[in-house]
């Protein structure tokens, strides 16, 4: 782990009420914006009170125990007490242990927050930092920039190439080597410099309102999987495996819709995804409760097979240490997972990054929600765009049909960016 020389300075935090906000995003910065919303609630964040940096596979674990060091700390105020106020930092992690990419927490300097009508401010400073009074310290929104349409063009494996990949597993599952890997593909852009960010966000929140719109250190996506939530002692889950377009018109999409509640294959992939979420979470709540059976749930492009999960926490842990028993679940890696990893880093001609890793936040109340980080990209400091789509192959994949799943998949950041 590596962090800031104020990783050991304690936190002062304060949070008082606002009057209504119900637009966050304006506040945001331009090309670093920091923000968790969904259906108009949820936190945006400005400026690094705190940034701390893991790698490797202890990466997650390493988070856990420093959050809690930061909550041990604290000084913390806070007039409001609702999911999101207080002591809150945003979190992304890469997905691989063996990647690259940089997985951090975030504390901001500010956030503003919206959740049933009610708003509010944190302000967070280190000891020594300028620490004046959250109350008088309101960022104003600004308008946003130019509008910019960008092309996301095939990245390091093509059309062809995510075939013969999607071939390559359904030989080596039929053998028996493994049940189901997770294979993506990826498109590639450029953002110029004076380009801003929140008209992606904007564009996200818009066009899938149902979904986790999030940004966090240049990841933006609007994720439709709920990794875990925990509110109040309750812990959540939404597991998608499974995966039709939408129909043309109103009887096609009913068609469609039972065609993939009823597909074998689809039902074969969704079932890996729910048990590897049941497995990991037994460990650390009571009885747990799900769906009777898998529901369509419909997004603006497609149709998923979904399963809810839900159960109280029975032994403390904090929503980074149930990330960390989580990850990756079988809807992102496969079955079983240290095969379907390794599947993934021959067959895949590019390191993921953070792509289908977690995002979210986490409060010092025990309170949080971490989605898996899909339909979005990673934007580079110097303007280069990563995005990726994946599905799930089992042994009665085709090649043909899981590429079109994932340009369905790719609409969401094709439509942010272009």
């Known amino acids: 782990m590596t962090a800031t020389a104020t990783r ?26 920091l923000l968790w919303l969904r259906r108009g609630e ?14 490797g596979p202890s990466r997650i674990v390493d988070a856990a125990a420093a959050w809690r060091e930061i909550v041990r700390t604290a000084s913390v105020t806070d007039d409001v007490r609702a999911p999101g106020t207080g002591l809150v930092a945003f979190g992304t992690f890469a997905f691989d242990d063996a990647s690259a990419a940089t997985s ?28 004046a009074d959250a109350s008088s310290l309101m960022p104003q929104p600004t308008p946003f920039g130019a509008e910019y349409r960008l092309s996301l063009l095939p990245g390091a494996l ?38 801003d960010l929140r008209r992606a966000l ?30 109040g002692g309750n812990v959540d889950a939404r597991v998608l495996a499974g ?3 939408r129909g043309a018109d109103a009887a096609a999409d009913h068609a469609a819709a039972i065609t993939l509640a009823s597909s074998p294959k689809d039902r074969g992939e969704h079932d890996y995804a729910v048990q590897s979420v049941l497995d990991a979470l037994r ?9 009777e059976m898998p529901f369509t749930l419909k997004l603006p492009n497609l149709w998923h097979l979904a399963t809810d999960v839900s159960g109280l926490l029975a032994d403390g842990s904090s929503p980074l240490d149930l990330v960390a028993a989580l990850h990756p679940t079988a809807a992102v890696a496969g079955t079983p997972t240290p095969e379907s990893i390794e599947a993934i880093r021959r067959l895949e001609p590019f390191d993921r990054g953070r792509y289908a890793g ?61």
């Not at 002062?12 to 090309?31: A, H, K």
């Not at 936190?43 to 790698?55: K, Y």
């Not at 460990?283 to 769906?291: A, F, R, V």
Request: hydrophobic share 40%; charged share 20%.
């Open 202 to 231: 904007a564009e996200f929140t818009l066009g899938y309102p149902e979904c986790w719109t999030y940004a966090v250190d240049g990841l933006v996506g609007a994720s439709p999987e709920t990794l875990v939530r925990v509110h």
């Open 283 to 291: 460990q650390h709540t009571g009885e747990l409760h799900l769906s």
């Open 158 to 195: 093509s059309k062809d190439g995510y075939r013969d990949a999607v071939a390559t597993a359904v030989a080596q599952i039929r053998s028996g080597a493994l049940s189901k890997v997770v294979l993506a593909r990826d498109l590639r852009a450029h953002l110029p410099q004076e380009s």
């Open 104 to 131: 951090v927490l975030i504390v901001p300097q500010i956030v503003i927050g919206r959740r049933n009508g009610r708003s509010w401010i944190t302000r967070m400073h280190t000891d020594g930092a300028d620490g």
């Open 243 to 245: 995966t039709i377009s």
């Open 42 to 55: 949820g936190i945006a964040g400005i400026g690094e009170a705190l940034r701390l940096e893991f790698s």
């Open 358 to 418: 977690p995002v979210g936040w986490i409060g010092a109340d025990g309170e949080g929600e971490w989605a898996i980080a899909l339909r979005g990209a990673q934007v580079q400091p110097d303007g280069n765009i990563a995005a990726f789509a994946g599905c799930g192959i089992v042994a009665d994949s085709d090649p043909d049909r899981e590429l079109t799943e994932t340009t369905m998949k790719f609409r969401p950041v094709v439509e942010a960016f272009g």
């Open 8 to 33: 050991l300075q304690a936190l002062t935090v304060q949070t008082t009420p606002l009057d209504d906000v119900r637009q966050l995003i304006p506040f945001l910065d331009s090309r670093r914006p």
